[in-house]
């Protein structure tokens, strides 16, 4: 096993997560899409470091990135709330609202 496939295995086994999710192949499309994308303006970011950059420049990196990593997050908490919490609800599990709270709690951080 590569070290890097080593490591989100580890990753994965040590998350807190204790429910999964099917998500239709378009969904995982744009996720994995919009990952992508912040996967590269990573490296780019590090580039500029590597090159010695003008610290304003990767600053303004750095800002997008970030941006593009909350967009993320958004499609995503739109994702789940239109899929996820709502289903829940329509089956009376109502205890989805408290995890939904906490979730949005800690993305206001």
Avoid: W
Wanted: include cysteine; hydrophobic fraction near 35%.
């Amino acid at each position: 096993m590569e070290e890097r496939d080593h490591e989100a295995l580890e990753q994965e086994e040590s998350c807190c997560c204790h429910k999964t999710k099917e998500r239709d192949p378009e969904e995982y499309r744009r996720l994995v899409h919009r990952l992508n994308r912040i996967e590269g303006q990573i490296r780019g970011i590090r580039g500029m470091l590597e090159r010695n950059a003008y610290c304003p420049d990767i600053l303004a990196q750095a800002a997008a990135a970030n941006a593009a990593l909350n967009a993320f997050s958004k499609e995503l908490l739109s994702n789940h709330i239109r899929s996820c919490v709502v289903n829940d609800v329509r089956a009376g599990n109502d205890e989805i609202i408290d995890e939904l709270l906490m979730t949005l709690q800690k993305l206001m951080k």
